[in-house]
């Protein structure tokens, strides 16, 4: 019955899994790009946008996962949100198809400063496999500035997990009150 | 439902357009090459492949009798620039007039910029909703156009081709191995399965036998890709309708499952796990333990987990949402104990061969955690000449957009969900 499954819920505690320590080499690096452009902070919280331009699916699989019980995106103070005007983040997968181009050049231009681009999946990188189509621009990168790239066919949860992560000890270092825990 | 079809039938104009006067056989698939246009029907309980040239540009139109065509020849359209005289509609489809050229894959691509994205058909008198291509949340690319009168959607209309990629251009002159790729990337929650249908047509083609080892090791990926496929749907069910604890449960066992898949096959997804001749390798040492222990978890939490089509919310809303769980629900009782079964009596055999260098045409399908996909193509001197892929989305869609008429606005996140759609398998 699930009144049964739902004490044993609150007796096991959470099903999440431990997080690995925050990559301290791409947070500075990402630091020093915020300090180059001189952009106000954020705080310690990130309102994703995530934008498909054209996916195949496969990295949508893998955020969800990330969204749900057991990576628990929100516990980082990291979460999805469904307008431009809301968000910090524009993460990007799929090759960008010329299709997509204008809805995600508006997306971008809705999105309030500061703002980072993520491009998640190889194609968002550079156009992976669909490199070269007719239909493609082959990647973020040719149409906005991208802050972070996290490659993988698709990258794993905890790969995506750990560049959000490190974009947020970027935008968050120099605020004492907040330890990394 | 069996997956084997026999050898093409090139139909005369006359046949083809008796075939478009009569509603049986029933549709799966339409696509074209430079010179014919194919179809893909039921037949009783097997599959029939018939094709016919096309003339002056034109082919007798399927769609008015058959609106499941509609879609189909819109695609054919703007891809290979033929058109279906007497088409039921002829406004563009993947083609938003974003393109270098139109009809890419004609012989003789025309100038660009002739179109723009197809504009809705909604009746002037109602509200009408956009939503899309950017959705938020964790959506794949379309635009839902909802007519309401309101609070009740009176028509839903969809426009895709917003992730149109160009993959079947890219698979031509290339050989099966490295076109396997792309079929591995038309829908990535159905990965196993087209590549499973991509090597079945490949070797349907070429007339070679796959060891039974290589078909023992398909079925076990396309068995815990369904489970995982409709484990993802469920969790996404329950989160519609606020039951987070079972949300969570369904996203554990489909994560434990996509663990279980890297251990036993390198890749969390299956993807490029199975290639034309085989697979990519074996099975891992610690693998069928891996994936049996995520099966076992999972049986054991399935009494829990049937209580989600019961669920008051689910059932009292419109759209047979509840229906569609109980389906998957099913769907993962069933896998389980054909790959428990499977991993069980694994032959000791190869697990791939070499493929001969030869020209041929052969077609495949297979099961995929959405329902059947086909793949056809052709090859020359061991090269693929033309292609076509085809996901159930191009029936579930259309599906959709029947079973929302009528319905609630507060209820489109739940049947959407309940759907589990998405765009690039109809895209291409």
């Given at each position: 019955m699930l009144w049964r499954r739902l004490v044993r819920t609150l007796l096991a505690g959470p099903i999440a899994g431990t997080p690995a320590p925050v990559d301290t080499g791409t947070a500075a690096s990402l630091a020093g790009r915020l300090d180059d452009r001189g952009q106000t902070r954020l705080g310690r919280s990130l309102a994703i946008l995530h934008l498909d331009a054209g996916s195949c699916g496969g990295c949508e699989i893998e955020l969800r996962a990330l969204r749900r019980a057991v990576y628990d995106l929100e516990r980082f103070g990291i979460g999805f949100v469904a307008s431009p005007r809301h968000a910090?983040?524009?993460?990007?997968t799929g090759p960008v198809t010329r299709n997509l181009l204008d809805a995600m050049e508006q997306a971008y231009s809705a999105m309030p400063d500061p703002k980072f681009v993520v491009a998640v999946g190889d194609c968002a990188v550079d156009g992976g496999v669909f490199k070269g189509s007719y239909a493609v621009t082959g990647g973020v990168g040719t149409t906005l500035p991208v802050d972070l790239l996290i490659s993988g066919c698709p990258p794993t949860p905890e790969r995506i997990l750990a560049g959000l992560?490190?974009?947020l000890e970027a935008n968050a270092r120099g605020q004492a009150a907040v330890s990394l825990r | 439902m069996s997956l084997t079809v026999s050898p093409r039938r090139g139909l005369t104009r006359e046949e083809w357009a008796r075939l478009a006067s009569e509603m049986s056989p029933p549709l799966l698939a339409l696509w074209a090459d430079t010179r014919e246009v194919y179809a893909l029907l039921r037949d009783g309980d097997a599959p029939l492949l018939v094709s016919t040239e096309v003339m002056d540009g034109e082919y007798p139109a399927l769609s008015p009798v058959r609106p499941g065509a509609v879609w189909f020849e819109r695609m054919v359209h703007d891809l290979w620039g033929h058109t279906a005289a007497g088409g039921t509609d002829h406004r563009p489809w993947l083609d938003h007039g974003r393109w270098p050229n139109s009809a890419p894959m004609a012989l003789r691509p025309g100038p660009d910029g002739r179109t723009e994205a197809p504009e809705f058909m909604l009746d002037e008198h109602l509200d009408q909703v956009p939503l899309g291509p950017v959705r938020g949340g964790i959506e794949p690319a379309a635009h839902l156009r909802l007519g309401v009168r309101g609070e009740t959607i009176v028509r839903l209309e969809t426009r895709l081709g917003y992730t149109h990629k160009g993959?079947?251009?890219l698979m031509r002159g290339k050989s099966p191995r490295a076109a396997a790729r792309f079929a591995a990337r038309l829908a990535a929650e159905a990965t196993v399965a087209h590549s499973i249908a991509f090597a079945r047509a490949t070797e349907?083609?070429?007339?070679?036998?796959?060891p039974s080892r290589a078909i023992a090791l398909r079925d076990v990926m396309a068995g815990v890709e369904q489970i995982a496929g409709h484990l993802d749907v469920l969790s996404g069910v329950a989160e519609a309708v606020g039951l987070e604890v079972l949300s969570g449960r369904s996203a554990w066992h489909a994560e434990m499952l996509r663990r279980a898949s890297n251990v036993a096959f390198g890749h969390r997804l299956m993807m490029d796990c199975v290639v034309p001749g085989g697979v990519a390798a074996d099975i891992a040492p610690g693998g069928p333990e891996a994936i049996g222990r995520a099966l076992s978890g999972i049986a054991a939490e399935l009494p829990d987990l049937r209580l989600l089509p019961e669920a008051g919310e689910l059932v009292s809303?419109?759209?047979?949402?509840?229906?569609?769980?109980?389906?998957?629900?099913?769907?993962?009782?069933?896998?389980i104990g054909v790959v428990h079964d499977l991993l069980g009596a694994m032959p000791e055999d190869a697990v791939s061969v070499p493929l001969p260098v030869a020209s041929g045409e052969g077609i495949g399908g297979a099961n995929g955690p959405g329902g059947e996909?086909?793949?056809w193509l052709r090859l020359d001197h061991g090269q693929i000449a033309a292609a076509f892929m085809c996901d159930p989305a191009w029936t579930r869609w259309p599906e959709l957009e029947a079973t929302m008429e009528g319905g609630q606005i507060d209820d489109l996140g739940l049947i959407v969900a309940s759907f589990g759609l998405t765009s690039s398998g109809v895209d291409l």
């Open positions: 910090d983040v524009l993460l990007v992560r490190a974009l | 993959t079947l251009t349907a083609a070429l007339g070679c036998d796959v809303r419109a759209g047979n949402a509840a229906g569609r769980a109980r389906q998957r629900l099913r769907g993962i009782t069933d896998g996909v086909w793949h």
